[in-house]
């Protein structure tokens, strides 16, 4: 059984950092894309970052380009989400996801971690 579960939200300043972890179980987790998404209060869900399987390569919405730094450990089967600079509008249900395949479908989801950023 596949599992994805997220740490590390919490209550963080405007301006501050936080660092968001994803440990993932019952996959062959090198061999997934994985990403981050999140989902603000009266919002959609939407993409904040993913990292190639294969490249490890990253891409970024423009919203946290430069801010934010996804990366994984395949030794430790774990993502991450550093978020720095953060703004009240980075405030958000953060959940991650795995996907297999070169299209960055999404197979699998975690439960979610709360970030609230207070001003």
């Known amino acids: 059984q596949v599992q994805l579960g997220e740490s590390g939200g919490g209550l963080v300043q405007a301006g501050g950092s936080l660092r968001l972890s994803c440990a993932a179980s019952?996959?062959?987790?090198?061999?997934?894309?994985m990403g981050w998404f999140r989902r603000g209060p009266g919002k959609e869900r939407e993409f904040v970052a993913g990292?190639?399987?294969?490249?490890?390569?990253?891409n970024y919405a423009d919203s946290v380009k430069g801010r934010f730094t996804i990366s994984r450990d395949n030794a430790k089967n774990t993502l991450y989400l550093q978020m720095n600079s953060v703004r009240p509008e980075d405030t958000a249900v953060y959940y991650c996801?795995?996907?297999?395949?070169?299209?960055?479908?999404?197979?699998?989801w975690g439960q979610g971690t709360q970030v609230t950023v207070s001003t």
């Open positions: 990292i190639s399987w294969n490249s490890g390569r990253p």
């Open positions: 996801a795995a996907g297999a395949g070169s299209n960055w479908s999404w197979n699998y």
């Open positions: 019952g996959l062959t987790f090198s061999r997934y894309n």
